[in-house]
């Protein structure tokens, strides 16, 4: 079991910076593949960023050279390092883990582990 907690979202103007944290204790083996995907009111929920327990990453199109993936694996930390933000990037971030499938392919619906998301907001 595997339990995810998110912090570091707020609100920012166009441009700004924030770096999202999400915290995994419980089993580290269940935390082999991370990512965050975000979700704004109506839409399905949507991949972002996911890194695999060998460290390859993958981005959505849009957040490409903008947003920054990254695990401490020590710590069972996974960060997502979010720079000039535009009002686009707005939603709920949610952290996400399984235990044996990359993110990047798996059904969003079939992700074994999540966060309660943290609010990123921006405004121009």
């Known amino acids: 079991q595997v339990h995810l907690e998110e912090s570091g979202g707020g609100s920012v103007q166009v441009g700004g910076s924030l770096r999202l944290s999400c915290t995994a204790t419980?089993?580290?083996?269940?935390?082999?593949?991370m990512g965050w995907f975000r979700q704004i009111p109506g839409k399905e929920r949507e991949k972002v960023a996911t890194?695999?327990?060998?460290?390859?990453?993958d981005y959505v199109d849009s957040v490409q050279g903008r947003f920054t993936i990254s695990k401490d694996k020590v710590k069972n930390i996974l960060y997502l390092q979010m720079n000039n933000l535009v009002p686009e990037d707005t939603g709920m971030y949610y952290c996400?883990?399984?235990?044996?499938?990359?993110?990047?392919?798996?059904?969003?619906?079939?992700?074994?582990?999540w966060g309660q998301g943290t609010q990123v907001t921006v405004s121009s």
């Open positions: 996400a883990a399984d235990a044996l499938v990359s993110l990047w392919v798996i059904r969003t619906s079939a992700i074994e582990y």
């Open positions: 419980g089993n580290a083996f269940s935390t082999n593949y």
């Open positions: 890194i695999d327990r060998d460290g390859r990453t």
